[in-house]
Nanobody
């Protein structure tokens, strides 16, 4: 499975961005089986969980982004989105999308649980 992330950029504090991650999974039926997640990483730090959406469309969020970020998926387009509002300088990072089928809820939050990763897209929040 290949994942292609896009949508990063430079935005001022309080602004918004929408990230997209499109997968190479060949069918909507197959894509539905995947848990899709977003992680982020800044240099010198470990990759950090941001959000996940499971097969039942149930979302999960890190406390630091609750109320500001919204994850969604369009199974017909094999794509997951991360709408990021009220961005803060501390949201600056490279954002990665990840996917896996064989994963339970307690494992959503660990990057080690995922077999498939996108290349990352840089989000910079600065005035």
């Amino acid at each position: 499975v290949q994942l292609q992330a896009s949508g990063g950029g430079l935005v001022q504090p309080g602004g918004s961005l929408r990230l997209s991650c499109t997968s190479s999974v060949p069918s909507e039926v197959s894509f539905r089986r995947y848990v899709m997640s977003w992680f982020r990483q800044i240099p010198g730090k470990e990759r950090e969980f941001v959000s996940a959406i499971n097969r039942d469309n149930r979302p999960f969020y890190a406390d630091s982004v609750k109320g500001r970020f919204t994850i969604s998926r369009d199974n017909a387009k094999n794509t997951v989105y991360l709408q990021m509002n009220n961005l803060k300088p501390e949201d600056t990072a490279v954002y990665y999308c990840a996917a896996d089928q064989q994963i339970i809820v307690s494992s959503y939050f660990s990057p080690d649980s995922y077999d498939y990763w996108g290349q990352g897209t840089l989000v910079t929040v600065s005035s």
